[in-house]
């Protein structure tokens, strides 16, 4: 009886030993010690519980340690790396995958991805786990990979050789071809048990794929349901587009960032408008599920609730950070909602079971006088409650006082553009507007358990000016033809580079002389597979690719095989047509910002800001500028603000950690008034968020430090702690 019981004993602890292995286990428990998960929790809170580093000691923050992740050339970071289990996970301007030592910055691996996925911008990586299977699951170009994160090798059997397609999914009907389509992903999925849901970043012209939700086996890579963010024949929202839309309309994606509620089993969202951003006149109607905040079943893809902020977008007011979800008193109950900050610096605070908004907003009319063609929607939504952390519209009392020559540079440039109001339809003669790379960027927020919202603003005001395609190509002088190259220019790239090839500064680049900044050859690798913003012309043949290849480029000219001229004349341009790729009638110039004679924003500062809102209340605690230009400072102008790129990290130490202004300094801020507590002046802009967590005892707070925007260029991760004692 005794050996048998033993035995049983025995079995029984080996099962329980076996069971442990093979389990399905979550994300470690945000417990401060690490940082999992992109945006901290799966919440997306951006808070840590750790309090070592508090309001009292933080001035005494130094370097603990550098990793140079520029190992073969300098660029951009936009990644806000992970931390598990003493592990920092992060990726490289060329999208290299790597892992630290948390502690020391001792690199442990790293990994290079095929070379067929072309690097673009990343703003972090996935970790998954199941017993001893552990995974980094991250984003290049259109292929999502899986890696062991702990021997940093790929897992081969997932998808193909470690690789699963990120284009599955999209291809719903032969007339929308997506297999050529620039499709990648910049901001990281979010995994739930064995699902891993993702959105996709899409061209925003007329050559934009379906911008649906996918969800893959975490295990194998395959394909697991699609939710149709343009819906099809027999799907709710088909009819606020005109019937088929689907077929050749795309975008409405999600670009920014997921959050989840374990709990539910839902996962949240914001979606981007449709395609193309500035003409709507093939997309008659509301158009959902474009510019909408998104509640769905995590595990199948339903749709548990949508909540849509702006209607037929024109205004390229897509949600540009993830949803944040967290708990608020309201009306003395407590209640999970959903935080959503947007572009035009607005906050939407919605239930998180239903979707409705807990504050007054109103739906009121707009301006409906657009281009030739369109159909603005008559009203849109205007929340009441928190007010706007952005400027709305650009008045006369705003321009610029910097000085009287700025003033009257900008006052006689004001006078042109339309202004009045905040939905004014695009035109021809040029609005002014805020919202386009303002208010809310990818950055997203942060929220505190007692319900504080802190988000950095982005004041800078931007022209939007269209042109008509077909007089943009017309004859001059009564016989002057234009080339096939040119007449391609300006069917595919002239929205984002202009029709004379000088672009908008550095997201937008001219294209005058660009033969002698790179080569031939990659300028035509940039043309057929994208890279950064922008989006891959596989779509268009060989000859269409070198056609705009000899027309930009002046060396070229001449070594470039360029077709007859099929579109010289009048009618060079295809008109708007009922199959793929769509091409709109009317296109927007590279938008430009607002500026004085001397290049700052032409309102009055502050032109960036950091804000306290209290999410129970709906009120403002503080509001303060984010950012300076020294110049300015140094002529005795108080600290302006500058635009930043990059989130808000909050602390129980009563801590906000935030860097991604042109000042290139990380800074901390006391939560509780918005004073600058300690700052740090890094080696390149810190356009990403910050990160904190605690190995052996010790808090490291840690920033990717890469540049770019108009900045010298960088590639580092620093991690800052408090001295240790000798």
């Known amino acids: 009886m005794k050996q048998s019981a033993f035995l049983i004993s025995g079995i029984l602890i080996l099962g329980c030993c076996i069971a442990y292995f093979l389990r399905e286990t979550p994300a470690p428990l945000v417990t401060g ?38 190992a073969t050339r300098e660029g951009e970071i936009q990644c806000q790396p992970i931390v598990v289990n003493g592990i920092l996970y992060g990726t490289t301007p060329e999208l290299n995958l790597f892992a630290l030592d948390a502690g020391t910055g001792e690199q442990i691996w790293k990994f290079s991805p095929f070379k067929k996925d072309k690097p673009h911008q990343s703003r972090g990586v996935m970790y998954w786990e199941s017993g001893r299977d552990k995974r980094i699951l991250y984003t290049v170009g259109a292929g999502l990979y899986a890696v062991n994160a702990i021997t940093g090798e790929i897992v081969n059997d997932f998808g193909e050789d470690g690789r699963a397609d990120l284009k599955q999914g999209l291809q719903t009907n ?41 969800a893959f086996d975490v295990k194998t890579g395959s394909l697991e349901w699609v939710f149709h963010t343009i819906p099809q024949p027999g799907e709710f929202g088909y009819d606020t587009w005109p019937k088929d839309a689907y077929k050749k309309i795309g975008a409405a994606n999600s670009w920014s960032g997921m959050t989840l509620d374990e709990k539910r089993g839902l996962v949240f969202f ?34 548990k609730w949508y909540y849509q902020t702006i209607h037929h977008d024109l205004w390229d007011r897509d949600h540009s950070c993830p949803p944040n979800l967290t708990t608020i008193t309201h009306n003395g109950e407590a209640v999970d909602v959903v935080v959503q900050a947007t572009k035009d610096g607005l906050v939407y605070v919605l239930d998180r079971d239903n979707g409705s908004s807990l504050f007054p907003v109103e739906e009121r009319p707009v301006p409906t006088d657009g281009l030739p063609g369109e159909h603005p929607y008559p009203t849109q939504k205007y929340p009441l409650k928190p007010a706007p952390f952005a400027r709305q519209v650009f008045t006369e009392n705003d321009i610029t ?46 929220i505190d358990p007692d319900g504080i919202l802190y988000q950095n603003s982005n004041e800078e005001p931007w022209e939007l000016v269209m042109s008509e395609r ?63 913003r922008m989006p891959s012309f596989q779509h268009l043949s060989a000859e269409d690719r070198g056609s705009i290849l000899g027309f930009i480029t002046e060396s070229a000219a001449d070594t470039i095989m360029v077709q007859p001229d099929q579109y010289a004349g009048n009618d060079n341009v295809p008109e708007t047509n009922p199959g793929f790729p769509y091409v709109p009638a ?22 960036g800001t950091l804000n306290a809102i209290d999410l129970n209340t709906g009120e403002y605690l503080w509001r303060v500028p984010l950012g300076e230009y020294p110049e300015l400072t140094a002529r005795g102008i108080p600290p302006t603000g500058t635009a930043s790129y990059g989130g808000p990290l909050v602390t129980a130490g009563g801590l906000v950690f935030i860097a991604g202004t042109k000042d290139e300094k990380i800074r901390a801020f006391d939560k509780r008034s918005g004073e600058i507590l300690w700052e740090f002046q890094l080696p390149a802009g810190g356009f990403a968020t910050p990160i904190t967590y605690e190995v052996d005892g010790r808090q490291f707070v840690v920033i990717a430090a890469g540049g770019g925007r108009q900045q010298k260029m960088g590639g580092s991760y620093i991690a800052f702690a408090l001295k240790q004692p000798n």
Not at 274 to 300: E, H, Q
């Open 33 to 70: 010690k690490d940082w999992p998960t992109y945006g901290g929790n799966k919440l997306g809170n951006r808070y840590s519980p750790l309090d070592q580093i508090h309001t009292e000691n933080v001035r005494d923050l130094e370097i603990a340690w550098m990793y140079n992740a520029a």
């Open 174 to 214: 032969m007339d929308h071809e997506v297999s050529a389509l620039s499709v990648n992903a910049t901001s990281p999925g979010m995994i739930y048990k064995n699902t891993l849901i993702i959105g996709s970043a899409v061209s925003e012209g007329g050559d934009a794929a379906p911008g649906h939700i996918r």
């Open 270 to 303: 914001g979606t981007g408008s449709p395609a193309s951003d500035f003409y709507g006149a093939d997309r008659k109607g509301a158009n959902l599920f474009a510019n909408c905040i998104m509640a769905l079943d995590a595990l199948t893809g339903e749709m």
């Open 401 to 446: 006082d910097l000085s009287p020559e700025a003033h009257a540079f900008v006052k006689e440039r004001f006078l042109e553009m339309k202004t009045d109001n905040k939905f004014a339809p695009p035109s021809t003669e040029g609005t002014l507007l805020f919202g386009y790379s303002g208010g809310a960027q990818w950055g997203g927020n942060a």
């Open 470 to 532: 077909k007089s943009m190509t017309a004859n001059k002088g009564g016989g002057r033809k234009i080339s096939q190259g040119n007449a391609l220019y300006l069917a595919h790239c002239a929205s984002c580079h202009g029709k004379d090839r000088r672009g908008s500064g550095p997201e937008l680049p001219s294209l005058m002389g660009i033969e002698k900044k790179r080569s031939l050859t990659e300028i035509n690798d940039l043309i057929q597979y994208g890279g950064s």
């Open 586 to 607: 009317y296109v927007s110039n590279p938008w430009r910002r607002f500026t004085d004679q001397e290049g700052y924003p032409g309102i009055k500062p502050p032109w």
